[in-house]
């Protein structure tokens, strides 16, 4: 959308009334004011001139022929390079449905006819602060869309590029290991798996952040997907860590949903390795995940796990970049499985949140939007 935030010095403000009587008495309070004021004796002309050079704000009377200031309003409104404008309504109309007409249509505020002088001035020094400050916040959005864009680019490139040295230091020093145990004394070799492990958490930092800085970035398109298949793929790419902890995950039914099924993937694997693997070591992880359908159709998931649970004041701490509660040693990870999994449920307008009981297991929510066609056919 074309900002009509201006930052000439005089703010120039277009008056609208087919009273010659009235432009020139509202034109030369505004010029006394130090506006610069543009007139216009009708509609037509007006949404010319607005279309041609954007004033700041507009004041426009609500009875004139032909096109009168309700659709004046309306046409300006329905136009995104001058949506922006405020538009303030002057009218002697002055009873409560024609007001309501006015905001409807679109309308700033409204002035009533006989005006006071310092009403008028008030009222319109008001719109424009109200739209500098919003033509502020606009920027300031912009900028942090932007500056946001940046560091997921360079994240991304700096993950992508800090993997194939890694592999080779990796892979070296696995060589090492193996074709010169005899050269090695248990120091060495002591040496040698800690340079292993770093490398290893090394790794798997830099998969999660490249993993974190795709999600959105990849092309694929939202498309019908069925839970199901999304749950099923999960559990599979968790057999290791499934049979490694014995862990048992029980399942309902899951919807047909319309989404990105990869990031879907990603999102239920995170949340169940995540259930299985925040577990005390002598407990077997006990994952339950269910499905219920809320009135205002979205599709809540629960992710229910018998882990270590979270205290109270973790729990908003959790879903941000690096923000881990435990050490590598106990449990390892790079503190950004939960982000990505906020960006993937936000990517698709959902949410996540988690209720949790510390030492006796958490519960993560996921909300996605369903659609009334889907859930007749799933
Ligand atoms: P990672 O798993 O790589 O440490 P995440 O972003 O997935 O990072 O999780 C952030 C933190 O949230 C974890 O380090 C852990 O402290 C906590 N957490 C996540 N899931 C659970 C869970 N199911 N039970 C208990 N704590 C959890």
């Not at 908003?316 to 982000?339: C, E, V, W």
Request: charged share 25%; with cysteine.
């Amino acid at each position: 959308m074309k900002s009509t935030f201006t930052s000439r010095s005089k703010k120039e403000i277009l008056v609208v009334d087919d009273t010659p009587d009235n432009l020139r008495l509202l034109s030369a309070m505004l010029s006394k004011r130090n506006y610069e004021v543009r007139k216009s004796l009708n509609s037509k002309n007006a949404i010319i001139s607005v279309k041609a050079d954007a004033p700041d704000l507009i004041l426009l009377d609500i009875k004139m022929p032909n096109i009168d200031g309700y659709e004046t309003c309306r046409l300006l409104k329905d136009d995104p390079t001058t949506q922006a404008i405020p538009i303030i309504f002057i009218s002697a109309l002055d009873d409560a449905l024609d007001k309501v007409k006015a905001f409807a249509a679109g309308g700033a505020d409204y002035i009533s006819k006989p005006f006071q002088e310092a009403e008028v001035l008030a009222r319109i020094e008001n719109q424009l602060h109200l739209r500098d400050l919003q033509s502020q916040l606009e920027i300031r959005n912009q900028e942090l869309t932007q500056s946001n864009h940046d560091l997921e680019q360079f994240a991304h490139i700096v993950s992508h590029d800090l993997q194939q040295p890694l592999q080779s230091m990796i892979g070296y020093a696995k060589i090492i290991g193996l074709q010169y145990p005899d050269l090695l004394d248990t120091d060495a070799s002591q040496y040698l798996e800690n340079i292993l492990d770093a490398g290893n958490r090394m790794n798997r930092l830099i998969k999660d952040l490249l993993s974190y800085a795709t999600v959105g970035k990849e092309r694929e398109a939202l498309a019908t997907v069925d839970c199901n298949q999304v749950l099923a793929e999960a559990i599979g790419n968790l057999n290791l860590l499934i049979e490694e902890k014995k862990a048992n995950v029980a399942f309902s039914e899951m919807p047909v949903i319309i989404g990105k099924e990869v990031q879907l993937i990603q999102l239920f694997q995170n949340l169940i390795g995540n259930a299985i693997k925040f577990t005390q070591p002598e407990v077997i992880p006990e994952i339950e995940i269910t499905v219920s359908l809320e009135p205002e159709s979205s599709w809540i998931f629960a992710f229910k796990d018998n882990g270590i649970g979270i205290a109270d004041d973790d729990l908003n701490m959790i879903f941000k970049t690096f923000q881990r509660l435990h050490d590598s040693d106990k449990y390892p990870g790079s503190g950004i499985g939960l982000a990505t999994c906020k960006k993937i449920v936000e990517s698709h307008a959902g949410a996540i949140w988690v209720e949790s009981v510390e030492g006796k297991g958490s519960t993560f929510f996921v909300k996605l939007p369903a659609t009334k066609q889907l859930i007749k056919s799933s």
